[in-house]
């Protein structure tokens, strides 16, 4: 089992910036890819970013490529995802999933990950 804690959400004026973390305890072999998604009210929850025990390659949602960032650091078991120039489009509750596959093609897909954090709220301002 994994347990994922997230924080570091809030609200923040649009143009503005935050960075979410994501905790992962318990058997950490299960979390070889990472990734966080995010849901708005009255939306389905989608893809914003992944990246894979080795960090060598991020992948990103069109939505937020050029502004988001996410990073691991395996030493912490922590994943992070830098938010720049932020709108009011980005607001959600942002959760970060984890897995112990390495995912290539179904790095999009929520039914891909295995472990879920309960949420942070990330409200934009405009």
């Known amino acids: 089992q994994v347990r994922l804690v997230e924080s570091g959400g809030g609200l923040v004026q649009a143009g503005g910036s935050l960075r979410l973390s994501c905790a992962a305890s318990?058997?950490?072999?299960?979390?070889?890819?990472m990734g966080w998604f995010r849901q708005a009210p009255g939306k389905e929850r989608e893809f914003v970013a992944a990246i894979r025990w080795s960090g060598t390659v991020p992948y990103y949602a069109d939505s937020v490529k050029g502004r988001f960032a996410i990073s691991r650091d395996n030493a912490k078991n922590t994943v992070y995802l830098q938010m720049n120039s932020l709108n009011a489009e980005d607001t959600a509750v942002y959760y970060c999933?984890?897995?112990?596959?390495?995912?290539?093609?179904?790095?999009?897909?929520?039914?891909?990950?295995?472990?879920w954090g309960q949420g942070t709220q990330v409200t934009v301002s405009s």
């Open positions: 999933a984890a897995t112990a596959r390495s995912l290539y093609a179904t790095v999009r897909s929520r039914g891909a990950y295995d472990y």
């Open positions: 318990g058997s950490i072999s299960n979390t070889n890819t």
